[in-house]
Structures are given as C-alpha cells and as structure tokens.
C-alpha cells in the first residue's frame, strides 16, 4: 500500500496534476481523472510511466472517481 505522505507528493508524469488511488481489476492504481490514464502499481512501486498508462473509458471513470472520495484541493 501507498503511504499517504508519498501519495501527496506523487504527480501524472504527463501534466504533472495529482492522481488518486483507487482499485482497478483488483488491484492498487494511480489515476489521472483529467487525461482518463491508469498507472499501475507493481510491489507497491508506482510505475509513472507515460508509455506504461492504460487509458480509460467513460464506463470505468465514475467508478474509480467514486472511489476517490472527496477532491484534494491541491
């Protein structure tokens, strides 16, 4: 599991926004809901890659957002 004090400083490697972690397919992710991209999580080790991101569609996004309670206000 991500610290919370690690996540706070994690940002997307694309638009250097925060990401939110959420369950995808069972797993921990890191997602951007601004450019709908996932970034796995291997051995608890971020894999913020850009080339790496899966893309999400409009199906999944309100589920992982509804996963990530209230905004950050960063």
Same mark, same amino acid.
């Given at each position: 599991m991500i610290d919370q004090e &690690?996540? *706070?400083i994690l940002v997307? $490697? /694309?638009d250097r926004g925060p990401l939110l972690l959420v369950q995808r397919s069972? *797993?921990?992710a &890191?997602?951007?809901p601004r450019l709908r991209r996932a970034y796995r999580i291997d051995d608890d080790i $971020? /894999? &913020? &890659?850009a080339d790496e991101a899966? *893309? /999400?569609g409009d199906d999944e996004h309100p589920l992982l957002i509804a996963q990530a309670g209230p905004a950050d206000p960063r």
């Open positions: &690690l996540l *706070a997307c $490697p /694309v069972g *797993a921990n &890191l997602y951007n $971020p /894999v &913020l &890659l899966e *893309a /999400v």
